[in-house]
């Protein structure tokens, strides 16, 4: 299982990935594009708590294909396959 952080450590809004027992920075991401995956993964997670039928389908599809597209496009080659966890610690 791979272990992923996103944002929270230095200025540059890279991630940071734990491997071989360390934590290993991998820098670059636009830290606009982070806040908004942070914000879309904030509004899926409430998006699941709606009780009117077919609500919460309709808020996540697009978001959930958005932040998929996001995520690939910075971690695609980190998530390789294998399980992982994605935590996301953003200042708000």
Known sequence: MKMIVLG???????Y???ENGRWVHHGGWEINQLADVSRSLSI????ARLKTPGLADSVSKEL??????????H???QLGGEASVVIVNVAH
């Open 44 to 47: 899926l997670g409430e998006a």
């Open 75 to 77: 971690l695609g080659k």
């Open 16 to 18: 940071w990935s734990f």
């Open 64 to 73: 959930s294909v958005s932040v998929e597209k996001a995520l690939t496009a």
């Open 8 to 14: 929270g450590f230095g200025s540059d809004a890279g």
